[in-house]
């Protein structure tokens, strides 16, 4: 089988697909790509399974060698991609000639890069899923982020096409505010009115913390809600409240249980853009209609044919 070579792994590489699902009763995380949308488009271009495992490489400075022809595709954030010194643009697809090297600037848009090769990464899969988790160490290469030499199976059938890209208008604007529907939870009603109504009013900032685990916000404190709850499962994109104030959204790599109020979680058509936000990115929540956003997410994974 032919390889793709880490020359530079960059601030962090992983190995990621549409996720480890069904394992969080045994204590897991999920894991997967944290922004499906560009995930999603970079399989598609290569006529890719959606399950195929790709490259998610955030803030950049990173760069891979090809052993074999093979077509590949670059969704996501802006990083001044080059191959051999020509210009690779994101949203379309490209060939890596064996001997070429794909070199990844820093992000000058968005934070995270999905790369695509044709016929997927071949990884070994652990509980049905390629995906890397660190905090699970299991996944991609030996549960970690690639390092330099790390050297990933691909199956190179290099079948020519002529380069196809994604239609502008799914493309999108990572410099744009970023507002995310809530869809309130059960819990919507711990918290008093006045902090619910400071929560929509807020601006917040994104905070250099922030990781795969969770979006961590910055900006006047929530307060008036419950102290905490019985520990109980976290879904996709809760938004928690712990006891300075500050919410956290939580992502792919959160933990199976915890114990702080929520308010609700993020719509989860909503969550590609925060899994785009950059540290002091501002956000706004609004209110979410449960029907329409539904409907909004069926349609986008019936179109790349996702599993839920």
Same mark, same amino acid.
């Given at each position: 089988?032919?390889?793709?070579?880490?020359?530079?792994?960059?601030?962090?590489?992983?190995?990621?697909?549409?996720?480890?699902?069904?394992?969080?009763?045994?204590?897991?995380?999920?894991?997967?790509?944290?922004?499906?949308?560009?995930?999603?488009?970079?399989?598609?271009?290569?006529?890719?399974?959606?399950?195929?495992?790709?490259?998610?490489?955030?803030?950049?400075?990173?760069?891979?060698?090809?052993?074999?022809?093979?077509?590949?595709?670059?969704?996501?954030?802006?990083?001044?991609?080059?191959?051999?010194?020509?210009?690779?643009?994101?949203?379309?697809?490209?060939?890596?000639?064996?001997?070429?090297?794909?070199?990844?600037?820093?992000?000058?848009?968005?934070?995270?890069?999905?790369?695509?090769?044709?016929?997927?990464?071949?990884?070994?899969?652990?509980?049905?899923?390629?995906?890397?988790?660190? $905090?699970?160490?299991? %996944? *991609?290469?030996?549960?970690?982020?690639?390092?330099?030499?790390?050297? &990933? =199976?691909?199956? #190179?059938?290099?079948?020519?096409?002529?380069?196809?890209?994604?239609?502008?208008?799914?493309?999108?604007?990572?410099?744009?505010?970023?507002?995310?529907?809530?869809?309130?939870?059960?819990?919507?009603?711990?918290?008093?009115?006045?902090?619910?109504?400071?929560?929509?009013?807020?601006?917040?900032?994104?905070?250099?913390?922030?990781?795969?685990?969770?979006?961590?916000?910055?900006?006047?404190?929530?307060?008036?809600?419950?102290?905490?709850?019985?520990?109980?499962?976290?879904?996709?994109?809760?938004?928690?409240?712990?006891?300075?104030?500050?919410?956290?959204?939580?992502?792919?790599? $959160?933990?199976?249980? %915890? *114990?702080?109020?929520?308010?609700?979680?993020?719509?989860?058509?909503? &969550? =590609?853009?925060? #899994?785009?936000?950059?540290?002091?990115?501002?956000?706004?929540?609004?209110?979410?209609?449960?029907?329409?956003?539904?409907?909004?997410?069926?349609?986008?994974?019936?179109?790349?044919?996702?599993?839920?």
């Amino acid at each position: 089988m032919a390889t793709l070579e880490v020359i530079r792994p960059g601030t962090l590489t992983l190995v990621q697909d549409a996720g480890r699902l069904g394992v969080a009763s045994h204590g897991l995380s999920q894991g997967g790509a944290a922004d499906m949308h560009a995930y999603c488009w970079a399989n598609y271009l290569l006529g890719n399974p959606m399950d195929c495992a790709q490259l998610e490489i955030t803030l950049g400075q990173a760069s891979f060698k090809a052993h074999a022809d093979i077509e590949c595709a670059l969704t996501g954030a802006e990083m001044q991609a080059s191959l051999d010194g020509e210009p690779v643009y994101t949203w379309k697809t490209f060939v890596m000639r064996k001997g070429q090297t794909l070199q990844l600037g820093y992000a000058r848009s968005g934070l995270r890069a999905y790369l695509a090769v044709q016929g997927g990464i071949h990884t070994p899969s652990v509980l049905g899923s390629r995906s890397t988790v660190v $905090r699970n160490q299991i %996944g *991609g290469v030996e549960g970690r982020p690639l390092q330099k030499g790390d050297k &990933l =199976p691909i199956r #190179a059938s290099l079948v020519q096409h002529s380069p196809r890209y994604v239609p502008p208008r799914f493309i999108p604007d990572y410099d744009t505010p970023i507002e995310l529907h809530l869809l309130a939870s059960s819990q919507w009603d711990y918290f008093s009115p006045e902090a619910r109504n400071q929560f929509f009013d807020n601006h917040y900032h994104v905070k250099p913390e922030s990781d795969r685990m969770g979006c961590r916000l910055e900006g006047n404190a929530i307060l008036g809600g419950p102290p905490g709850i019985v520990s109980e499962g976290i879904a996709l994109g809760a938004v928690q409240i712990p006891p300075n104030g500050q919410p956290i959204v939580l992502l792919n790599d $959160r933990q199976t249980l %915890g *114990g702080y109020p929520k308010l609700g979680c993020v719509a989860r058509i909503d &969550l =590609p853009r925060l #899994a785009q936000a950059r540290p002091g990115k501002d956000i706004r929540f609004i209110r979410g209609d449960l029907v329409s956003l539904r409907k909004a997410w069926q349609r986008f994974s019936h179109f790349f044919g996702l599993p839920y």
